[in-house]
């Protein structure tokens, strides 16, 4: 019994001995022969040697020990208290020898803050770091991670028949055309790199000889990528919040004063809304007033206080077709042939041309042909000039003759012949005598 457990014992040792001694055959010879054995006391097909990497967070702001997520070797750990500890937290890591980096982060005050990557090298022995979180924004983040970007993936559907189609999609200012992904035709789409954040999408196709539009549609970008499917109406559609139609464009309007070019001041009516130009900026060159208008054709027309009188233009129509535009109008002074439609030089219907002067009463007038009241009608053979005769005779009664009696009255007929009478002669000597020969 004895020498049984006593051999039992040895060949236990044995085994133990040549497992230690970790015995190593050599490589097999030419010819099949070994080339011998070898025996190390070092262990070199066991698990590589590591060493202990230990990191502890601190806030920034006032030099606190936190706890958060560390990043090592792809492998992210959670700091916390060593045996219950709140003045120790940290986490390990065991690495073998070789430089990494280290990365971390930190949810503090309802907040991401991060620490700069840092690289730590491990050689034979063990190594402790301690990194600095900070707040986003922060200049000492040398890589923000708010910085990174997600796609978003969209695509275009129409409402009439749930095609995909082709049209541009704009996010963020971005316009880009949905195409067809590796050429195939069912999966039409664009894709845009966002960072977090919230976006409107709008988009919009030529179809069927018609510009349909989507409603915008707001989509988050939160840490992951987002997809989106926009569907497309033809214009009028009720489906539409908003259309188009009513968008507006800027007309600038500048006045011109003709006489020398200076741009003036004045006040400028489009559809009937009336404003008064002003200095652009407080630049006394650049004197305009602005419309908002939607498509279509208007007339302009202004008017500007120049010179102590208001000059005016000349009505102007203008088209707003989708784009904004810039008008220039000439003011003319009053009276100017310039002006279309003048007013004021429109004929007098209540004068009579020279007919006034004879009234005044101007002996020399009395030879002129064209003068209904001169003298030389009284001579006439007909009746007509007779009859003539005795009204100018009455228009002219207290008017043209020396001494007459200006207050007559008019009903008594006898009065009133004895001053056809005097009328007649008084003009007689003065009527030139060709008058006489051509009677």
Known sequence: MTSDHVDDVERSTTRRSILKASLVVSTIGIGGT???LAQTDDASDGDPETHTLTVGLVDSDDADIVSGDVTVNGETKTTAPVDGDPATIQTTFELEDGTYTVSASSELRDEMWYAPDQEVTIDGEDEALSLVLYPPGSDELEDDPDTETHTLT??????????????DVTVNGETKTTAPVDGDPAKVLTTFELEDGTYTVSASSDFHGETWRANDQEVTIDGADESVSLVLYPPGSDELEDDPDTETHSLSVYLVESSDA?????????NGETKTTAPVDGDPTYVQASFELENGTYTVSATSEYRDEIWSSNDKEITIDGADRTLELYVYPPDSDELEDDPDGEEDTGSDGDTGEDDTGGDDDTSSDSDTGSGDNTDGASDDSDETDGENADETDGTSQNGGDSNADDTDETERANDQQQSSTADTPETDCPNNQDN
Do not use: F, P
């Open 34 to 36: 070994a080339t011998g």
């Open 154 to 167: 969209a695509a275009l559907i129409a409402s009439n028949d749930g095609a995909i189609v082709s049209g």
């Open 262 to 270: 200076d741009i003036v001041s004045g006040d400028v009516t489009v």
